[in-house]
């Protein structure tokens, strides 16, 4: 009886563990979309962050609020907030909602680093001593024309018209007697006065009585006044962006991220206003190139893919390792054109797990580096064993963000991601202005 008593309690705190998280989950699910419409939910744009418990004994690093400044200073001068807007705009046709607007876009990247979600790399652990000192970093320059508000003085002449009178001694002109006034007038004078005695012409003269004709003309004057004044315009510029570029430990903490990127229309259409959840995605990928920018420890993979994969599977993957090639990668993401009619994930996640294999095999990395796949979509996806388990086989780790509210039925991908990230671009949309 008391063996049966044992086993009978062994077994309900096993049910215990496994049914409380999912009941924990859908509880946090149904709060975050089904919650009190009055209440004001609290800006979280990772509103749900699920991770193995492989991961969920892992301490996570926090980031500090000098390297959140320094990759905030970073894509405000790489022009990504004005980049991502303007996709906005040209989705939605409208520059009022909030991810029309570049400060408002800063503020969502801004909670983004603050949030630190498991797929970005702002803070990480401290690395050990067979690594290397990873705190030695030198300064690279990234050259980028920018659109420059300049104020500076002006002097303005303001043109003023008038009318000015003068005279001149032969016709044609207005007729007019005037009183001479100096001794070159005394030529033009009445002969009577001439023969006059030349003190009593002196004396005439100093009285005003000595007619003469004279001619008057108007000619019309332009004149100047000068003004000074203060204008602004723009000036396009070539820009210096300094990049912190760390140059300790290189060979040992070498990252592998491949990073497939969803351009289905659904990333567009399905959602309201028009292409917020595109935007969202842009935003992701665009910070965590930024953020490992200056590593170039960190590769980076890239593949788009919807009802096509590009590039094509033959070919290789667009890779991006050095300062210039990850700046390149950011300029095709923000290309990326989302007119894809299907999402087929389990095609792009064979084509990535082909590609690692064939980059583990080459010998290109150290055999201790962890790939991982980051993948973006907001599409369901019916997965199949072979490729959960050929992940697991491969040693590759799986963060998967999923983008919008139809993104959540997703319990296939929850299964085989190490992380799971669940994004509501909806939340800030509607409690973002603050």
Request: hydrophobic letters at 40%.
């Amino acid at each position: 009886m008391n063996r049966f008593l044992i086993y009978l309690s062994t077994f309900w705190e096993s049910i215990s563990r496994t049914v409380k998280p999912l009941f924990a989950l859908i509880r946090d699910i149904f709060n975050a979309f089904f919650g009190r419409s009055g209440q004001k939910t609290t800006i979280r744009p990772w509103m749900i962050v699920r991770r193995t418990k492989k991961r969920a004994v892992t301490r996570e690093a926090v980031a500090s609020e000098a390297d959140i400044r320094r990759m905030m200073e970073r894509m405000h001068d790489l022009n990504d907030s004005a980049n991502l807007a303007d996709r906005a705009v040209r989705f939605s046709g409208s520059d009022q909602d909030f991810f029309g607007k570049p400060e408002e876009i800063e503020a969502m990247v801004m909670e983004l680093l603050r949030q630190n979600p498991p797929f970005l790399h702002i803070a990480r652990e401290l690395p050990s001593d067979a690594e290397g000192d990873q705190s030695e970093v030198q300064t690279e320059y990234i050259v980028r024309d920018s659109v420059v508000t300049v104020t500076e003085p002006c002097t303005l002449f303001v043109p003023e018209t008038g009318s000015e009178y003068r005279e001149s001694r032969r016709p044609p002109g207005y007729p007019v007697l005037r009183p001479a006034r100096s001794l070159s007038d005394l030529r033009f004078a009445p002969m009577l006065y001439n023969s006059l005695p030349q003190d009593l012409v002196f004396a005439r003269l100093l009285d005003g009585s000595i007619p003469i004709m004279a001619y008057r003309e108007d000619r019309k004057t332009i004149l100047f006044r000068q003004e000074e004044h203060l204008f602004c315009h723009t000036e396009k510029r070539s820009c210096r962006v300094p990049i912190e570029v760390e140059t300790g430990g290189v060979d040992k903490s070498t990252r592998l991220i491949y990073l497939l990127f969803d351009r289905s229309t659904s990333m567009v259409r399905n959602c309201a206003p028009r292409g917020i959840n595109a935007v969202m995605e842009l935003a992701i990928a665009v910070t965590m190139l930024r953020t490992d920018m200056g590593r170039p420890h960190a590769r980076y993979y890239y593949r788009t893919f919807a009802d096509v994969i590009d590039p094509k599977p033959k070919d290789p993957p667009y890779l991006a390792t050095t300062l210039e090639e990850k700046d390149d990668l950011v300029r095709r993401i923000m290309n990326v054109n989302f007119s894809g009619d299907a999402t087929r994930i389990v095609d792009a996640l064979e084509t990535a797990a082909d590609d690692i294999e064939k980059i583990m095999e080459s010998g290109e990395l150290d055999p201790d580096v962890k790939p991982r796949i980051g993948l973006l979509t907001d599409g369901r996806s019916s997965l199949y064993g072979n490729i959960v388990s050929r992940l697991a086989r491969l040693g590759i780790e799986v963060d998967t963000v999923l983008i919008g509210k139809e993104a959540f039925h997703n319990p296939e991908l929850m299964k085989m991601s190490n992380t799971i990230s669940m994004v509501d671009p909806d939340v800030y949309r509607a409690n973002g202005r603050h």
